[in-house]
């Protein structure tokens, strides 16, 4: 159950915070946004490394999932004021490079962390000790 709940929240944030990001992103400014999802992005990662139980994790992924729920939206219209000759396109572009990057980052990334992790004695336990031994070499 806790799997699920963990899993689900990121999305359950989109939900919530997709719209009221849209609309932020036309009174204070798509640059703006995208810089708050930016900060959220390149924080987030980093508070795994403080939780320890399964309820920090739901907590850390729902202000994960703020990254994603500003991201989309605000990036999609952020396209679409770039390029008012070829809208749609140029939309079409974002999401199949979007859609391309879900499809193939986690492949991608577990191919790199086994070869990474092949060398090392600890087995596949290294991918979760590699981020630390990036960190504080």
Not at 11 to 23: D, E, N, Q, R, V
Not at 33 to 47: D, K, N, Y
Not at 79 to 91: I, N, P, T
Request: contains cysteine; glycine residues 12%.
């Amino acid at each position: 159950m806790e799997v699920g709940f963990i899993a689900g929240i990121s999305a359950f944030t989109g939900i919530l915070f997709s719209f009221p990001a849209s609309f932020l992103s036309d009174k204070i400014g798509r640059h703006r946004m995208l810089l708050i999802s930016g900060l959220v992005f390149a924080t987030a990662p980093f508070c795994y490394f403080l939780a320890s139980e399964a309820w920090q994790i739901g907590v850390i992924r729902f202000y994960h999932g703020l990254a994603t729920a500003i991201f989309g939206p605000v990036a999609m219209a952020y396209v679409a004021d770039l390029h008012q000759g070829s809208r749609g396109e140029k939309m079409g572009w974002f999401s199949t490079a979007t859609l391309l990057g879900r499809f193939s980052a986690p492949a991608l990334g577990g191919i790199i962390l086994a070869v990474a992790a092949k060398g090392d004695s600890l087995g596949f336990n290294a991918l979760h000790a590699l981020p630390c031994k990036l960190l504080f070499k």
